[in-house]
Antibody, heavy 118, light 108 residues
């Protein structure tokens, strides 16, 4: 079965940095674009960032542009999210998700919690 | 940005009921719409894509329809496992995805 497993979440102070990882298995990772989507406590889903299969293109939500960087390593079947200058409002569960048919997000990881607090 | 508006925000229903959730985009999205189901503490699960195509392993009681800017998710006969929160998502402007605010389906 397709698996996506996030790691790297935790408690960080405002202004700090954190790097999230998402390790995937049971599919040809280099064929698929990937995303990060987050969900603040008790809130809805917010798309954060996208990376194409070859890393040629990346996109970011306005709320994280200039602070977050998405990357991937196709040899390691992993996608990453480097988060700098973290703010209270970045507190959320962060999910990685695969782009499926037509652009929907067909597989999601279980999420990793990031808490930004002093 | 394309805004997605779901209604209702919450809904109470009984096992066996038929329920409908609507999603309106701020512009036409050419059937580039997906629906997700999320249970507490779990990741979202893809239910439908391209408005009406079922995701892998999704029961046929879930149906999607719509066109232009207006879309609906219908569950024909609610089962106990269907009580969850549902989100629509546009991917017309992929990868600048936007989600609806969610509809919480609760047991009456």
């Amino acid at each position: 079965d397709v698996q996506l497993v996030e790691s790297g979440g935790g408690l960080v102070q405002p202004g700090g940095s954190l790097r999230l990882s998402c390790a995937v298995s049971e599919f040809t990772f280099s064929d698929y674009s990937m995303n990060w989507v987050r969900q603040a406590p008790g809130k809805g889903l917010e798309w954060v960032s996208y990376i194409s299969s070859s890393s040629k293109t990346q996109y970011y939500a306005d709320s994280v542009e200039g602070r977050f960087t998405i990357s991937r390593d196709n040899a390691k079947n992993s996608v990453y999210l480097q988060m700098n200058s973290l703010r209270d409002e970045d507190t959320a569960v962060y999910y990685c998700a695969r782009v499926g048919i037509g652009g929907s997000l067909d597989y999601w990881g279980q999420g990793t919690l990031v808490t930004v607090s002093s | 940005d394309i805004q997605m508006t779901q209604s209702p925000s919450s809904l109470s229903a009984s096992v066996g009921d038929r329920v409908t959730i609507t999603c309106r985009a701020s512009q036409g999205i050419s059937n580039s719409l997906a629906w997700y189901q999320q249970k507490p503490g779990k990741a979202p699960k893809l239910l439908l894509y391209a408005t009406s195509k079922l995701g892998s392993g999704v029961p046929s009681r879930f149906r999607g329809s719509g066109s232009g800017a207006d879309y609906t998710l219908t569950i024909s006969s609610l089962q106990p496992e269907d009580f969850a929160t549902y989100y629509c998502q546009q991917y017309y402007r992929s990868p600048m995805y936007t989600f609806g605010q969610g509809t919480k389906l609760e047991i009456k």
